[in-house]
């Protein structure tokens, strides 16, 4: 039922209220944000460029949709493992080629890029371990 309520507001329909949150205040905000900090696996940066902020974005947005994708690969009308492969092979490739591209942008300004280790390891050939 809700699914359906949610769906036609989507839709535009008025006929069905919509649920508002309550605008949180900035102690809360930031009080939500140093708990989310603390929890395990979360990553605190700073942000210093306005295209960075934009990569962020999509990246925060990224981790969430593959958490989701995890969850629903292989299962009767999800993701097929040959699609899930071609996916992830993609996303791959682009953190190579943003790795790259980073590496470059690094040596014209004189700053030292250090290629994260877990990307050592996708670009080492099958077999082989790199250190």
């Known amino acids: 039922m809700t699914n359906q309520k949610d769906q036609s507001n989507r839709e535009g329909n008025t006929t069905t209220p919509v649920k508002k949150r309550a605008k949180l205040t900035r102690e809360e905000i930031f009080e939500k944000k140093v708990n989310m900090a603390k929890e395990r696996g979360a990553r605190v940066i700073k942000i210093n460029s306005p295209l960075g902020s934009i990569m962020f974005n999509v990246l925060r947005q990224f981790d969430q949709a593959y958490a989701n994708f995890k969850g629903r690969l292989g299962e009767p009308g999800g993701i097929s493992y040959e699609e899930g492969a071609e996916l992830m092979e993609k996303a791959r ?7 790259e591209l980073t590496k470059e942008l690094s040596k ?4 030292r890029y250090y290629t994260p280790e877990e990307l050592k390891a996708v670009k080492a050939p099958q077999g082989e371990v790199r250190t």
């Open 108 to 111: 014209k300004v004189d700053f």
């Open 93 to 99: 490739e682009i953190t190579m080629e943003f790795s």
